[in-house]
């Protein structure tokens, strides 16, 4: 088998390998055209599928837009708000606006016991400190009685 | 450290009041907050009142011990 030595195995300086080939159109790496269909059933309009398909490729019809998840650029925490008619409770149970029931099902999961869990491994000992101060005040070491119960 | 820990406006300080108004069981969120950097006091109490729609909880700068700096 006298094949080209080149053929099979991984090829470095092939360009899918190469990590600066990036999609200019995204990660999906679309090409902003529909991709060619196959329609059954094109006999009694004179042509085949197969034919059909080659037509689309050879002039493929343009895609769908596809909008920025986000529009703009995302502020910070502390910028004033892009949507002053909204309440900043809007989707919490608590305050005026629309409670929880307008958010999407996914994101409706309780996720604060993992978070609480998470958060006070990685600081307890340094709050657990500034609680054994002689002046900390009872509210912030009743607050750290009750991270230290949740361990 | 035991001379600033409580001071109004430090990291201690912003955990009480975070933690005591918004629940207990928003922890995480409480200390995340609490780690802005808020340019006031009144700063931070205004944001806590928007989302809570309630006055601060935690300990108030007149529970805050009297130091004597040169003890």
């Known amino acids: 088998m006298a094949g080209n030595e080149n053929s099979g195995g991984y090829r470095p300086t092939a360009p899918q390998n190469n990590p600066a080939n990036v999609s200019a159109t995204g990660g999906a790496g679309g090409s902003g055209t529909q991709a060619p269909t196959y329609i059954p059933g094109m006999k009694s309009l004179g042509s085949t599928g197969v034919e059909t398909m080659a037509q689309q490729g050879a002039a493929p019809m343009a895609g769908a837009p596809q909008a920025p998840i986000f529009s703009k650029e995302l502020g910070s925490l502390l910028d004033p708000t892009n949507n002053p008619n909204e309440p900043v409770t809007a989707g919490v149970d608590a305050g005026p606006g629309p409670g929880s029931d307008v958010l999407p099902k996914n994101i409706n999961a309780n996720t604060r016991p993992d978070e609480n869990k998470m958060i006070v491994q990685k600081y307890l000992p340094t709050l657990l400190a500034a609680a054994n101060l002689p002046d900390t005040p009872d509210s912030y070491k009743r607050f750290i009685n009750y991270l230290l119960e949740q361990q | ?71």
């Open chain 2, 1 to 71: 450290m035991s001379k600033v820990a409580w001071l109004p406006g430090s990291l201690f300080d912003n955990i009480d009041k975070f933690a005591n108004s918004l629940g207990y069981q928003n922890a995480a969120i409480a200390i995340e907050l609490a780690q802005q950097s808020w340019e006031s006091p009144e700063d931070r109490n205004a944001f806590i009142y928007a989302i809570t729609g309630e006055d601060i909880q935690g300990a108030t700068e007149s529970n805050y011990p009297i130091r004597n700096l040169r003890r």
